[in-house]
């Protein structure tokens, strides 16, 4: 799975399964690479599927922010705070999801991923 498709901002609901696929992925592909490359063992948290009008939705924010928080510490990644975003907030949202997209960026041009 491409992270370019981390920067896409879903339209529909296809569209966010797809976008909740390819973080899943990239977030797996850290925390093997980190762990082959370091030997350190990252938490790993069930982010697909989700969706932003479940309950669940804020502890899906904290720990995908968990795992961004340990990603960037090995990495030397300056992040953003992924807690805070109001789904019902299109522009909001699509800040979001630069910054969150650009964390995964530096973190596959550390770790060469695609």
Excluded: C
Excluded at 20 to 30: E, G, Q, T
Excluded at 58 to 76: C, E, P, R, S
Aim: charged share 20%; hydrophobic share 40%; net charge negative.
């Amino acid at each position: 799975m491409s992270l370019g498709a981390l920067w896409n901002y879903p339209h529909t609901p296809q569209q966010l399964a797809e976008w909740s696929f390819a973080n899943a992925a990239a977030h797996r592909d850290v925390i093997r690479v980190i762990y082959q490359t370091t030997g350190q063992v990252l938490d790993s948290y069930v982010l697909d599927p989700f969706d932003p009008r479940d309950a669940g939705f804020d502890t899906w924010l904290y720990q995908h922010f968990v795992m961004h928080q340990q990603m960037d510490a090995i990495l030397g990644i300056a992040g953003y705070d992924l807690t805070d975003v109001d789904p019902n907030d299109r522009r909001f949202t699509e800040v979001w999801i630069a910054a969150h997209a650009n964390e995964h960026m530096q973190a596959g041009q550390k770790l060469n991923l695609g």
